[in-house]
């Protein structure tokens, strides 16, 4: 059977209290011993947040107990870190690959894709504006230059949706950095920005991802690899990948990364006000 997130949540957060059997776990997810047994084994060799150890091995009294491995919990903390660490001191997208976070997320709870691209042409992505439009509450942006509000798909570009979303409450909050080569992309956003005063919110930082959280379930980030980049015939074409996450806890995570960026950031309309002194 497939192990579930709820599931996961649910054993390791009964075996943190205290250790239990086997049985007992067996009874908390109403699911056979074989089971249970087979989802402790999972979830200790996907997450580590859990240990098994067998008392009277080899005996007819034998007792399976699964526990909580304080160790392997250590280990995911030190590993968010780390990748704090790494995005809070990137400036560019080059100095963060998100893959390094992408690789640890549960099967279930990912999907990734990639498309060929021209440098010369509109940026599209076939998925951006499909996803936008499930936003019930909020949209975070981690953007380079804003190049994002270039995006079409199908037609349809990503300023109008934007609004559409603005018309039922959906705040944007961006982070991007505020630079004379976002000028023009800062400029198409004047329009909503007077419209909706309260509900779009940009600040300027120098951050290394490319990509979105929408509400509290759905996150797409986008790594470029360029043709020029590489040596002969390592890759054919310069290519986008957009790694899609649906996991609550890294997704909270990466919110509190965007916030602890966005709180130590200036606003947009300061940092114009700056550059319009210089050029």
């Not at 997208?93 to 010369?120: A, C, G, P, R």
């Not at 018309?167 to 630079?179: D, E, G, M, N, W």
């Not at 310069?238 to 996450?245: G, H, P, T």
């Amino acid at each position: 059977m497939v192990l579930k997130e709820q599931d996961i949540k649910k054993i390791v957060s009964f075996v943190k209290a205290e250790p239990k059997t086997i049985q007992e776990v067996s009874k908390l997810i109403k699911k056979s011993w074989l089971t249970a047994d087979s989802y402790v084994k999972q979830i200790k060799e996907q997450t580590g947040q859990i240990d098994i150890k067998v008392f009277r091995k080899g005996t007819q009294g034998a007792l399976k107990i699964v526990f909580y491995n304080h160790a392997g919990s250590m280990h995911t903390d030190d590993l968010k870190e780390n990748f704090f660490n790494q995005i809070k001191v990137g400036r560019w997208k080059d100095d963060f690959d998100f893959m390094e976070i992408y690789q640890y997320i549960l099967e279930d709870k990912k999907k990734v894709f990639s498309e060929e691209f021209n440098e010369s042409l509109l940026p599209e992505n076939q998925n951006l504006i499909s996803s936008m439009r499930k936003a019930k509450n909020h949209i975070y942006f981690f953007s380079g230059n804003l190049s994002f509000t270039n995006i079409e798909e199908n037609g349809e570009k990503v300023l109008s949706v934007m609004e559409e979303l603005l018309k039922r409450k959906v705040q944007f909050k961006i982070l991007t950095r505020i630079t004379v080569t976002s000028i023009k992309n800062i400029n198409q956003l004047l329009l909503l920005i007077k419209k909706y005063p309260n509900l779009i919110e940009i600040r300027h930082c120098y951050q290394p991802l490319r990509g979105l959280i929408i509400d509290d379930d759905f996150a797409q980030f986008k790594v470029e690899e360029y043709l020029h980049k590489y040596k002969l015939n390592e890759i054919e074409k310069n290519k986008r990948i957009f790694y899609e996450i649906h996991d609550k806890e890294w997704i909270a995570w990466l919110q509190k990364v965007f916030w602890n960026l966005f709180r130590f950031s200036i606003e947009y309309d300061t940092r114009i006000k700056e550059l319009k002194k210089i050029f």
